[in-house]
Antibody, heavy 124, light 108 residues
Framework: QLWLQESGPGLVKPSETLSLTCTVSDDSISSNTYYWGWIRQPPGKGLEWLGSAHYRGSSYYNPSLKSRVTIFVDTSKKQFSLRLSSVTAADTAVYYC????????????????WGQGTLVTVSS | ETVMTQSPGTLSVSPGERATLSCRASQSVNSNLAWYQQRPGQAPRLLIYDASTRATGIPARFSGSGSGTEFTLTISSLQAEDFAVYYCQQYNDWPPLTFGGGTKVEIK
């Protein structure tokens, strides 16, 4: 059964870059059927999609984050990564990685498998 | 951006009763809508996609309906493990993919 696991620092200083990695347990990371995405949840709040990327190179990001976010897929390691630059306290959240299904389409649709999430706090 | 609005914010239901949750889109999303369940301290779990198709392993007591701008998630007979927060998400008009603010289903 597929599992996803986030890893990375739990504390990041303001103005620095947040970097997280998600490890995927199976070969679906190289499948045409899926994008690989990041979603975050500030403490006590709702869900915000950050972006999704495909192993062939295409990617989509939340316009609200402008150019601060980058997601890339490394099939050789069965991993995909998130980079969020110039962080502030507003970026404090639990960050989830998730497999994004494109069934019947060519673009990201729903999230069918999630990692357990990792809390990232932005503080000096 | 398509804004998703869920109601009510909190729903108090007794075990064994039916729960009806609503999700409204600011513009038509056709049937491009998913529902998720999030138990305390856990990641969200996909329940429904394409507005009414249950995901793999989801019990039949969960059903989704609607299209356009109005959607409903129904839990026919609430079990103890169903008390959680539920989110809708649209994938028709993007980026961004957007979620509703959530409905918390609590024990009455």
């Amino acid at each position: 059964q597929l599992w996803l696991q986030e890893s990375g620092p739990g504390l990041v200083k303001p103005s620095e870059t947040l970097s997280l990695t998600c490890t995927v347990s199976d070969d679906s990371i190289s499948s045409n059927t899926y994008y690989w995405g990041w979603i975050r949840q500030p403490p006590g709040k709702g869900l915000e999609w950050l972006g999704s990327a495909h192993y062939r190179g295409s990617s989509y990001y939340n316009p609200s984050l402008k150019s601060r976010v980058t997601i890339f897929v490394d099939t050789s390691k069965k991993q995909f990564s998130l980079r969020l630059s110039s962080v502030t306290a507003a970026d404090t959240a639990v960050y989830y990685c998730a497999r994004t299904n494109i069934f019947g389409s060519v673009s990201p649709r729903w999230f069918d498998s999630w990692g357990q999430g990792t809390l990232v706090t932005v503080s000096s | 951006e398509t804004v998703m609005t869920q109601s009510p914010g909190t729903l108090s239901v007794s075990p064994g009763e039916r729960a009806t949750l609503s999700c409204r889109a600011s513009q038509s999303v056709n049937s491009n809508l998913a529902w998720y369940q999030q138990r305390p301290g856990q990641a969200p779990r996909l329940l429904i996609y394409d507005a009414s198709t249950r995901a793999t392993g989801i019990p039949a007591r969960f059903s989704g309906s609607g299209s356009g701008t109005e959607f409903t998630l129904t839990i026919s007979s609430l079990q103890a493990e169903d008390f959680a927060v539920y989110y809708c998400q649209q994938y028709n008009d993007w980026p961004p993919l957007t979620f509703g603010g959530g409905t918390k289903v609590e024990i009455k």
